[in-house]
T-cell receptor, first 111, second 113 residues
Framework: LAKTTQPISMDSYEGQEVNITCSHN???????ITWYQQFPSQGPRFIIQ???TKVTNEVASLFIPADRKSSTLSLPRVSLSDTAVYYC????????????FGSGTRLQVQP | DSGVTQTPKHLITATGQRVTLRCSPR?????VYWYQQSLDQGLQFLIQ???????AKGNILERFSAQQFPDLHSELNLSSLELGDSALYFC????????????FGPGTRLLVL
């Protein structure tokens, strides 16, 4: 299973764009990249998933370079309610290995 | 609301005891996942069931066991409880398995005294 590395924490201000990068040097050909958001005492919530290039939905964008060894979650114009922990997961449905959550990135948005 | 329900919401018990946590997946989802999250820690994957059978195993202690029933609900049994077992236990479900979106329940907060 591909190991992921994310910054432990990040700080931002309301209205700014936040980019959180995840490194996954040993990503496999079949692996997808998935991001989840977790608020305190709540279960994680799916944000976005991608395989290559760029994926955009109503809340975020996911940028994946050609070598796929890293990915960047981009949150446009963050608000205080975006303060949460963000997890990057890498994996596929090959075999019997479940996706694992790492330590995540704790994003603190200030007014 | 994710559609995943977990009971009970809170549980307080003593060391050495045994408890059962229950999870009902979203309608139609065949996979159930169990996670443990200690205070200010990341999510630790425990075990996954798919359509009644164990699919993947993570860092689940031998004192812990789980099963998924024919109606697809799942139970996580924790026995010989220790203080360090105090944590939030989350259940998640997905339609099948693999890289699909996992929908998480509200969690069960276990406190072992």
């Amino acid at each position: 299973l591909a190991k992921t590395t994310q910054p432990i924490s990040m700080d931002s201000y309301e209205g700014q764009e936040v980019n959180i990068t995840c490194s996954h040097n040993n990503i496999a050909t079949n692996d997808y990249i998935t991001w989840y958001q977790q608020f305190p005492s709540q279960g994680p919530r799916f944000i976005i998933q991608g395989y290559k290039t760029k994926v955009t939905n109503e809340v975020a964008s996911l940028f994946i370079p050609a070598d796929r060894k890293s990915s960047t979650l981009s949150l446009p114009r963050v608000s205080l309610s975006d303060t949460a922990v963000y997890y990057c997961l890498v994996g596929s449905d090959t075999g019997r290995r479940a996706l694992t959550f790492g330590s995540g990135t704790r994003l603190q948005v200030q007014p | 609301d994710s559609g995943v329900t977990q009971t009970p919401k809170h549980l307080i018990t003593a060391t050495g005891q045994r408890v059962t946590l229950r999870c009902s997946p979203r309608s139609g989802d065949l996979s159930v996942y169990w996670y443990q999250q200690s205070l200010d820690q990341g999510l630790q994957f425990l075990i996954q069931y798919y359509n009644g059978e164990e699919r993947a195993k993570g860092n689940i202690l031998e004192r812990f066991s789980a099963q998924q029933f024919p109606d697809l609900h799942s139970e996580l049994n924790l026995s010989s409880l220790e203080l360090g077992d105090s944590a939030l236990y989350f259940c998640a479900s997905s339609p099948r398995t693999g890289v699909e979106t996992q929908y998480f329940g509200p969690g069960t907060r276990l406190l072992v005294l």
